[in-house]
């Protein structure tokens, strides 16, 4: 009777140990991070910053790269660009800084307006719902609005103001203006009179106050 005591006693701290190791390995596994965890850690990781392209300069605010710049009827948005430029989202218009380097700069108009004064040596591009404008060191305002899209030049400069079929204008004289009419090509230049021509001047100057 005492052999077998003393052998259910031995299986008895077998099972046990045996028990032990189990669960010891089983929380080793649990503490091991799952093959989509250690994916998306490594991701986020080797995540670069967002790169900063300019400066919301009435809020004091960083822009970076791609940033929807939103502003709401009645705001509207100033930015200082890393090359030197000015932008002015105006009110109500949704824009977007794609790209800004030294020698090239990308913007991305939604919707409404935008005046951008160029300090840029190479081309700044303003890709709009209706074509695109090519500004080349001088001051442009453009508006989407419900009869089309106008652009003006409001500097010395030239600014070419192409439509979606690739017919482009070149606007070389300050108050040059062109309007692309649905998906059509950009009209002749034509000089806006100077009550319109205040209008778009004035955008800067009318966000400089909003808010």
Not at 52 to 75: C, E, I
Not at 198 to 203: C, I, N, Q, S
Request: with cysteine; glycine share 10%.
């Amino acid at each position: 009777m005492a052999f077998l005591n003393r052998r259910f006693r031995r299986l008895g701290l077998t099972i046990a140990a045996s028990v032990l190791a189990g669960l010891v390995a089983a929380n080793a596994h649990a503490a091991q991070p799952s093959a989509e965890q250690q994916a998306a850690t490594e991701q986020a990781v080797s995540l670069p910053a967002p790169r900063v392209v300019g400066q919301d300069t009435r809020r004091n605010k960083p822009v970076v790269q791609g940033q929807r710049l939103a502003a709401g009827p009645g705001s509207g948005i100033e930015v200082r660009l890393a090359d030197g430029s000015q932008l002015v989202v105006g009110p109500n218009s949704v824009l977007s800084v794609d790209e800004c380097s030294a020698d090239r700069v990308v913007l991305r108009l939604e919707r409404g307006s935008f005046l951008v004064d160029s300090a840029n040596p190479g081309q700044v591009f303003v890709s709009m719902p209706a074509g695109s404008v090519t500004v080349r060191s001088a001051a442009v305002a453009g508006r989407v609005g419900p009869d089309g899209t106008d652009v003006v030049l409001l500097s010395a400069g030239r600014a070419d103001v192409t439509g979606f079929g690739g017919r482009s204008v070149r606007l070389d004289q300050q108050g040059e203006a062109t309007r692309i009419r649905a998906l059509g090509p950009p009209s002749q230049p034509y000089i806006l009179p100077p009550e319109r021509l205040r209008d778009f001047a004035g955008l800067a100057a009318q966000v400089a106050w909003l808010d």
